[in-house]
């Protein structure tokens, strides 16, 4: 697979068919002005920018093998280095709309969302994870593009970065607010997910997976939830409380109460059984978890 690399927002726009950039290191860009040539029925995309988008129209995306028509307005973030794979239907009449914030790491450089950004874990989301908006939600997302737009269409001075900045953090702070109210109201799915978690990590703990495989892995969970793991971990935080790390921690400690109460077997086979390497770091776990030692918790049982 041939993977077109941009590198910054001057070779999208010029790849698009679009004027110069205002400026070189933001853009917003109108999606009804971007032009798709005859030998663009596919493409493989990455980008070395950000890029939030709200895009409705004829194409279908792919994030990984995660597909998403684009006939309703969604929007959808994505992080430097991620590629995107667009399939244009060059027959389609209908015309797309919608627009496309792209925002090169440099200028974010020397103010705080440098560091930031990356706490926002939607820009690791997969495409079928994209935030769904209503229209009033729509109109607070579109009027703050406005906003961005007009401030670098003016003249350039001290306070301009700042300003932009200010609007961006905005924009990621409601997108943060939007995606929780999604996962409470979205699908249902959403609240089927931390069932299924218990039963995989139930299964998993009851099986030999821990001593010949190890301690489940986020990555491993989402991948057979079918969701992403930033995805995951942000749902279960608003449905449960807890991050799938914690619900893994949860589980663990279950199984080692359950082992050091109703067994005779020492620290070190539990904590192999457990799939520990070292004893050492299954007691670290259990007290950090517990606020005593796996020794104290079996005597107290004496």
């Known amino acids: 697979m041939k993977v077109h690399r941009l590198k910054s927002v001057s070779e999208f726009h010029e790849l698009r068919g679009l004027p110069k950039p205002e400026h070189p290191l933001i853009s917003v860009v109108d999606y009804s002005k971007i032009y798709t040539g005859p030998t663009d029925d596919?493409?493989?995309?990455?980008?070395?920018?950000?890029?939030?988008?709200?895009?409705r129209g004829v194409s279908k995306m792919y994030y990984g093998q995660q597909a998403c028509d684009f006939d309703e307005g969604v929007l959808f973030f994505l992080s430097p280095n991620q590629v995107l794979k667009i399939i244009n239907n060059q027959n389609e009449t209908i015309k797309r709309t919608g627009?496309?914030?792209?925002?090169?790491?440099?200028?974010?450089?020397?103010?705080?969302?440098a560091k930031n950004i990356k706490q926002y874990g939607f820009f690791d989301y997969s495409v079928k994870e994209a935030l769904w908006l209503s229209k009033k939600e729509e109109m607070i997302i579109l009027n703050i593009i406005?906003?961005?737009?007009?401030?670098?269409?003016?003249?350039?001075?001290?306070?301009?970065?700042?300003?932009?900045?200010?609007?961006?953090?905005?924009?990621?702070?409601?997108?943060?607010?939007?995606?929780?109210?999604?996962?409470?109201?979205?699908?249902a799915s959403n609240h089927q997910l931390p069932g299924r978690l218990e039963k995989l990590l139930s299964d998993y703990f009851n099986s030999d997976d821990l001593v010949s495989k190890g301690l489940p892995t986020v990555q491993g969970i989402a991948d057979n939830l079918n969701v992403s793991p930033n995805y995951l971990s942000g749902l279960?935080?608003?449905?449960?409380?807890?991050?799938?790390?914690?619900?893994?921690?949860?589980?663990?400690?279950?199984?080692?109460?359950?082992?050091?109460?109703?067994?005779?077997?020492?620290?070190?086979?539990?904590?192999?059984?457990?799939?520990?390497?070292?004893?050492?770091?299954?007691?670290?776990?259990?007290?950090?978890?517990?606020?005593?030692?796996?020794?104290?918790?079996?005597?107290?049982?004496?």
Do not use: C
Request: aromatic share 14%.
């Open 42 to 55: 596919i493409e493989n995309l990455t980008f070395d920018y950000y890029t939030i988008a709200l895009k």
């Open 99 to 113: 627009w496309m914030l792209l925002i090169h790491p440099d200028f974010l450089w020397n103010t705080p969302l």
């Open 146 to 187: 406005q906003n961005i737009r007009q401030e670098y269409h003016t003249n350039i001075d001290k306070f301009s970065q700042s300003i932009i900045i200010s609007q961006i953090e905005t924009l990621l702070n409601y997108s943060e607010r939007f995606y929780q109210r999604q996962f409470i109201t979205r699908k």
């Open 236 to 302: 279960l935080k608003v449905l449960t409380g807890q991050s799938t790390q914690q619900h893994i921690h949860g589980k663990l400690i279950e199984k080692a109460k359950e082992k050091l109460s109703t067994t005779d077997k020492s620290i070190s086979e539990i904590a192999y059984e457990l799939g520990f390497g070292h004893p050492q770091s299954f007691s670290k776990l259990f007290k950090t978890k517990t606020s005593i030692s796996p020794l104290e918790f079996r005597q107290s049982f004496n």
